[in-house]
């Protein structure tokens, strides 16, 4: 299944987008007769998830609220229906532009490190972007292991693999043993991501 990301511009937990989607998906219906329903609330310690599942095409739309980031996004899967679902769920629930976000990273860089994290979790539906990269590129070269560790993620996150280099190089030569290993796992996540 083929899936993107929609970062929303709301704090996690906003009931809000729950509202803004109910129509979303009666519109969707009448256009398409794709009947998602609510499956299920997953919670855990950091993380809310709001599973809705299209029976009939295993398509899936999943709210998201990250507390620990912070962020709230829509995950969507599908196989034959992903662009038109973006279309129409980025015209009801009005995510933040790819450009934007990369603005916002750049603006906040190493005052919020959550905004590579927001950045990276849009970046599924994008090519590799130099401006997103050279942000990502300098977190992973920061003297601080949180905010290193931050970008780490954010690189896998991306799904980019001419981020690869830098997560080898860090999982071989920091001198920090938790991002060495962070490094490892996240080149394994974004080794992955290519088949």
């Not at 803004?20 to 855990?44: H, K, M, Q, W």
């Not at 398509?59 to 620990?68: G, K, N, S, Y």
Request: net charge negative; hydrophobic share 40%.
């Amino acid at each position: 299944m083929s899936s993107r990301i929609l970062v929303l511009d709301i704090p996690p937990g906003d009931a809000s987008v729950l509202e803004r989607l109910s129509p979303a998906l009666n519109a969707i219906y009448t256009a398409t007769e794709l009947n998602f329903d609510y499956e299920e609330t997953v919670e855990g310690i950091d993380l809310t998830k709001h599973v809705y599942i299209e029976l009939s095409s295993d398509d899936q739309i999943v709210i998201v609220d990250d507390f620990r980031t912070p962020v709230c996004y829509i995950q969507l899967e599908s196989d034959d229906h992903l662009d038109y679902l973006v279309e129409r769920l980025t015209r009801w629930l009005k995510p933040v532009p790819f450009a934007e976000l990369e603005e916002r990273a750049q603006r906040t860089r190493g005052k919020d490190p959550g905004a590579l994290v927001r950045l990276a979790l849009a970046a599924g539906g994008h090519d590799p972007s130099d401006r997103a990269c050279a942000l990502i590129r300098e977190a992973l070269a920061s003297s601080d292991p949180k905010v290193k560790n931050t970008a780490i993620e954010a690189a896998s996150l991306t799904r980019w693999q001419t981020l690869g280099a830098d997560l080898d190089e860090l999982a071989r030569h920091d001198p920090d043993p938790e991002v060495r290993s962070h490094a490892a796992k996240a080149r394994q996540l974004l080794d992955g991501a290519k088949g």
